[in-house]
Nanobody, 118 residues
């Protein structure tokens, strides 16, 4: 299994921006697609964005046009640039490798808290 460490969360005002990072260990980073998920209090974890090994991306409708996922295979790191943040983006954000069927591959890390509030 790959170990994943998320970072970059924090408290930001509505309309603000944050950049999340996901550092991966192990040798399989370049083999699988990467995804960012989020889980708000009392809600199920949801897929926010994904990126294939070749850089093709997909986004949930709720974040399309505001969030950008990217990856640096040399650094074994994935990123999530979040702009125009809204209070409803408040959640713990997690990353994971995913299968072609969008199933997460590894145990979940601790995640990083994003709070959007004035």
């Amino acid at each position: 299994q790959v170990q994943l460490v998320e970072s970059g969360g924090g408290l930001v005002q509505p309309g603000g921006s944050l950049r999340l990072s996901c550092a991966a260990s192990g040798s399989t980073f370049n083999i699988y697609a990467m995804a960012w998920y989020r889980q708000a209090p009392g809600k199920q974890r949801e897929l926010v964005a994904s990126i294939t090994t070749r850089g093709s991306t997909n986004y949930a409708d709720s974040v399309k046009g505001r969030f950008t996922i990217s990856r640096d295979n040399a650094k074994k790191t994935a990123y999530l640039q979040m702009n125009s943040l809204k209070p409803e983006d408040t959640a713990v954000y997690y990353c994971n490798q995913i299968t072609p069927y969008n199933d997460p591959l590894n145990s979940w890390g601790q995640g990083t808290q994003v709070t959007v509030s004035s």
